[in-house]
């Protein structure tokens, strides 16, 4: 049976007690960010093992208030999460801590983990994307605080484990069969295909889109179906979404 504690790496103890006047800021910061987003905010406090802030969108909730699930803390994935996949979250916090250990401290800030999990709401499992970065840091460089941004999955399973680094061009996936990080070229979309896909955004069709691209309308089909297959997803709102994601425009 996991516990709370389990969410905790022992590589991430906090060096010393963090300047919690410091705090009211990162929660203002957070508030003002869930303001403009549609996208689930909180804040994770490695320090005191709770959650600092969450936001009141209720797509993360599962019909509870924002301010009983900040008091319930890691508590919230252990009654909503279905319990194999508690098993994959600890994994996953063990080897993205491990993963950020190997960086300078001063480097730690660019880096983001991403990663899918289903939450139960009532009878109801979603799947939900999983975004996480640090958001203070202590002297030694261990994460006091965690940036976590929570939207909607593109995918059908659990897992898609993947760390980006701001201005590199390669990312790394996590292996759940292997227990491994494994580096990999970022995609780079030409300019047919960033076109396309921020037309589509604008709602245009592929009429449209080819009007506005200067292409024959069968050179747009051609070029969103290789579009999806180097993506590997099955349709444009899957496309833009992980282009968005993944921030390919």
């Not at 049976?1 to 963090?18: C, H, L, Q, R, T």
């Not at 295909?193 to 009429?207: D, H, M, R, V, Y």
């Amino acid at each position: 049976m996991s516990k709370i504690d389990d969410f905790f790496y022992s590589g991430n103890a906090v060096g010393g007690e963090p300047d919690y006047g410091l705090a009211d800021t990162f929660v203002r910061t957070a508030e003002a960010f869930a303001n403009a987003t549609y996208q689930s905010v909180y804040i994770i406090d490695y320090y005191r093992r709770n959650f600092l802030y969450v936001s009141p969108n209720p797509l993360f909730l599962c019909g509870i208030k924002a301010e009983d699930v900040r008091k319930l803390g890691y508590q919230f994935y252990l009654d909503h999460v279905p319990s194999d996949e508690v098993g994959m979250l600890l994994e996953i916090n063990q080897a993205g801590f491990s993963f950020i250990n190997r960086i300078p401290h001063d480097e730690k800030h660019k880096y983001t983990i991403a990663y899918d999990f289903h939450i139960i709401n009532g009878k109801e499992k979603i799947l939900v994307n999983h975004k996480l970065t640090g958001l203070a840091y202590q002297p030694d460089g261990s994460v006091w605080l965690g940036l976590a941004v929570v939207s909607l999955s593109t995918h059908t399973q659990p897992g898609q484990i993947r760390m980006n680094c701001q201005g590199k061009s390669e990312f790394w996936e996590y292996s759940l069969d292997f227990h491994k990080w494994e580096a990999h070229s970022e995609l780079v979309l030409n300019e047919t295909e960033k076109a396309i896909l921020i037309l589509s955004i604008q709602g245009f069709t592929i009429n449209r889109i080819a009007e506005c691209a200067h292409l024959a309308i069968d050179s747009v089909k051609s070029a969103r179906r290789r579009l999806f297959e180097k993506l590997e997803v099955n349709n444009i709102s899957e496309a833009i979404s992980y282009a968005t994601n993944y921030k390919l425009l």
